[in-house]
Structure formats: structure tokens, C-alpha cells
T-cell receptor, first 115, second 111 residues
Framework: DTGVSQDPRHKITKRGQNVTFRCDPI?????LYWYRQTLGQGPEFLTY????????KSRLLSDRFSAERPKGSFSTLEIQRTEQGDSAMYLC?????????????FGEGSRLTVL | SQKIEQNSEALNIQEGKTATLTCNYT??????LQWYRQDPGRGPVFLLL?????KEKRKERLKVTFDTTLKQSLFHITASQPADSATYLC??????????FGAGTRLFVKA
């Protein structure tokens, strides 16, 4: 297994455009998370899926943000009508429920720049 | 609300010395605490977990302590090497399925 994959790695867009990020978790992991990270800060939780069910959403996730995990495998995070404040690194992580350490396996992130 | 504080100033040390990073938390009694390493432009990588009933945990050159009275964890890297230069993040389970992270401390190890 190659770990958690995210695509694209970099995205530059103009304000008002929609963007979509994809995450492929480690295949046997049933838990999937999206985080956002800005420069000099730690990752901030956005949302969590267990299999295909979205079980938790942060207040940070405004209604311009939507995430899906349709078949309990890959996930997408869409941002509509992007704003400059959306510029950040969007990190996906996966984990296995019942794992002893609660370790999150992160992808390399998708860096968004909104002009 | 739950809050994690890590020293925002970068830590500069000489190769071979021990680096010590601090994580303090408030309004919280976590069952465990995690440490992650993050290199520039990369995702965080898990290093260690220490549970509330453990005072100390070691892994190779890493040592973590957890003082639930002080609400503090210390992360030590002994015999530091330039390859240890990175940002180190403290993380706690925050209820539900959420993990919250500190802002991290940047470590520079000079040869």
C-alpha cells in the first residue's frame, strides 16, 4: 500500500471558482478525516467519515464546503465560490477503528491558493 | 474550550545535544496524547502515543513524558541530528472522533 494519496497537490484558482480535492485513504482504513492547515498553525479538523457516513463536521466547515465519501473508499472535498481566506493546505488522513494508537495517517496535502 | 499550547518560537540546538519541546493543554483531561513530526510541505507523521496512566514512553532516541497534574507533555530527542530538523506537533483526542493539534514547534539542529 502506498499510503494516503491526495490530488491535486497544488491548485491555484481565482476567487469565486469552485475547486474539488480527492483523497484515497489506505485501503483497509474505514475512518477518513479532512483537516485544514494554514502557515504557522497546526491542522484544524474539518470533518470525519466512518465508512460512507459523515459523522462529524466542524463549525469551520461553512455551507460552501461539502465532503463526500460515496462508497466508503475515496473522498472528495469541494469548496464552492472560493474566497481568499480559503487558501490553505487541505490534509486528508485515514485510520482504522480499534487501532491501538489512534494514529492518523496523513496524505501529503492539497495546497490551495485563491487569487 | 480545549486549547493546546506549544512554544511558537523555533528551537535551535547543536547536533548531539538533547532537544526538549513542551506541550501544555487546558480545559481538558485527555486519555492519551500524541506527537507527530511534520516536514515542510508534507503531511504530519505519527511518532508516539502516551496514555494518561503512563508517566514516560521511549522509542529509540525519543522520550515523551505526560504529567496530567501539570497538564503538560515534554518531548525529548536525544543525540539530535540535522535530520531531526522539522516541526513537531502535539495532538489530543477532543471528543467524538476529532483530534486537535497544537501549532507545533519548529526544531533546527545545526551540524
Amino acid at each position: 500500500d502506498t499510503g494516503v494519496s491526495q490530488d491535486p497537490r497544488h491548485k491555484i484558482t481565482k476567487r469565486g471558482q469552485n475547486v474539488t480535492f480527492r483523497c484515497d485513504p489506505i485501503s483497509e482504513h474505514n475512518r477518513l478525516y479532512w483537516y485544514r492547515q494554514t502557515l504557522g498553525q497546526g491542522p484544524e479538523f474539518l470533518t470525519y467519515f466512518q465508512n460512507e457516513a459523515q459523522l462529524e463536521k466542524s463549525r469551520l466547515l461553512s455551507d460552501r464546503f461539502s465532503a463526500e465519501r460515496p462508497k466508503g473508499s475515496f473522498s472528495t472535498l469541494e469548496i464552492q465560490r472560493t474566497e481568499q481566506g480559503d487558501s490553505a493546505m487541505y490534509l486528508c488522513a485515514s485510520s482504522l477503528s480499534g487501532a491501538d494508537t489512534g494514529e492518523l495517517f496523513f496524505g501529503e496535502g492539497s495546497r490551495l491558493t485563491v487569487l | 474550550s480545549q486549547k493546546i499550547e506549544q512554544n511558537s518560537e523555533a528551537l535551535n540546538i547543536q547536533e548531539g545535544k538533547t532537544a526538549t519541546l513542551t506541550c501544555n493543554y487546558t480545559n481538558y483531561s485527555p486519555a492519551y496524547l500524541q506527537w507527530y513530526r511534520q516536514d515542510p510541505g508534507r503531511g504530519p507523521v505519527f511518532l508516539l502515543l502516551i496514555r494518561e496512566n503512563e508517566k514516560e514512553k521511549r522509542k529509540e532516541r525519543l522520550k515523551v513524558t505526560f504529567d496530567t497534574t501539570l497538564k503538560q507533555s515534554l518531548f525529548h530527542i536525544t543525540a539530535s541530528q540535522p535530520a531531526d530538523s522539522a516541526t513537531y506537533l502535539c495532538a489530543l483526542p477532543a471528543g467524538g472522533f476529532k483530534t486537535i493539534f497544537g501549532a507545533g514547534t519548529r526544531l533546527f539542529v545545526k551540524a
